[in-house]
């Protein structure tokens, strides 16, 4: 079995870790905060007192830190340990410009620098499902890939360009965070008019939204082109019905969206399509 290191081993890097620990592999493991080594010695990984110590004999390296910074101070202190070809499988979320920068400067200096950001919770990490995403050489795809499967339920290698995984995560996590706000929404709607959360979701066991999101882009994209089959008005409206039916509770997402609309209405483009405020 291999030699595996992982540095971060927090809720997502833990999760990791137990994955590999239960399918036979050797795991050696660093963490800032010292106290989240403990259960994950308890069930056998080896607990290293540096980055630099963990990497060593280790056949492949995983991240999983907190932001860019961290990312690049651990590297730093690992690199001297660094066998030759060894890659430094980044799953850290980090920001686009910062992975292409960082890419260029390791590989250049030999480094096997590979981001690979993840849509995983702490409970797929566990059972190895999940998805990773993977960018840059497709040869680090097909290196890596027989191994990486093992940890997740797929591993999609995005492309040639470095940087594209982590602006792909941000993306999904900003349309996760905007579906949250937007139910939260939809759920203080139904607490202002009794009707409880659960009974409120109803509606999207026979509307589903979702499944016409793909297109999403396109009405935005066509918005003002031609004639509209829901006028920014109409939506401006709406969604202000929308907002009184909550009345006094908190929102999240709606009043962003009214205040957009007005900007598309007072630019006019009351008679176009609703989605153009997302250019206006």
Known sequence: MATIAVLGTGLLGAGMVENLLNKGQT???????REKLAPLVEKGAIACESPAECVKVASRVHLVLSEDSAVDAVIEQLRASLTDAVPVIDHTTNRPDKVSARFDALRGDGVRYVSTPVFMAPKHAREG???MMMSGPKQDADDLRTD???MTGKLWHVGDRADLAAVFKLA?????FAITGAIADVIAMGRNNNVDAEEMMKVFAEFKPGSGLHMVQKRIAGAGSGKASFEMTMAHKDARLMAEAAGDEHLFVLPAVIAALQRGIDAGHGKDDFAGFAKV
Do not use: A
């Not at 795991?27 to 905060?33: D, G, L, P, Q």
């Not at 999904?172 to 996760?176: A, D, F, L, P």
């Open 129 to 131: 499902s999940g998805m």
């Open 27 to 33: 795991v050696r493991i660093w963490n800032r905060t």
């Open 172 to 176: 999904g996590n900003s349309v996760y």
């Open 148 to 150: 990486l499967e093992t």
